[in-house]
């Protein structure tokens, strides 16, 4: 005689032999808590509380409980490898741009020939004069003894450079003191303004301007 069988709450029933219960309650068709009902049976039991299936049930092992997955879980090797990437090449960017600025002293050793001795009446008719000199632990910029603030500074040399004479030449004079921070950015603005060449000063007799 047939048995009936469902999962536990469902309106659906199967029917299958007593023989055929033991097999489907070990491969995982059915949990010890579906609902089961013997052909001399009135309503539904559970297979675990079932007199001929209690023992049976007993015997199982316990399924695994069920997991999920996090959809909230992100997983951060892209995002990692991507910011490694980007803090590598900022930082080879800025090296670069750093050696940029790094600018090699003059030197001049006494007796050494081609070295260019300006005069002063040179400087005023073809150059534009720039000093930078430490004053109360600050650079300060003169164009033409004019005082330049820094930000001004490339405003300040096209002027002379479109409305002195057009004088294309930089002679740029600075204490050894005054940073190198400050000798690039006098560099950069003239280069900016568009001068031609850039003179460093190397006092012969003593500084150039007066």
Known sequence: MNWKIRHEGSPQAVELTFEQLPDGLADGRWEATDEV??????????????????????????????TYDDETRLDMTALIDVCLVLLVFFILTTTVAALQKVLEAPSVEEGKVKVAVLTKEHVEKQ????????????????????????????????????TKGGKNQLLLEHD???SQETVV??????KGAGMERINTVIPRDGPLTP
């Open 127 to 162: 150059m534009i004069h720039v000093t930078a000199k430490m004053e109360d632990g600050e650079p300060v910029i003169r164009v033409e003894k004019e005082v330049v603030q820094p930000e001004n500074l490339l405003a300040e040399l096209r002027r002379y450079t479109r």
């Open 37 to 66: 009902m013997g052909p001399e049976d009135t309503g539904w039991v559970p297979i675990e509380s079932h007199p001929a299936l209690a023992e049976l049930a007993d015997e199982l092992e316990p399924p695994p409980p069920k």
């Open 185 to 190: 950015q006098i560099i950069d603005a003239a």
């Open 176 to 178: 050894d003191n005054v």
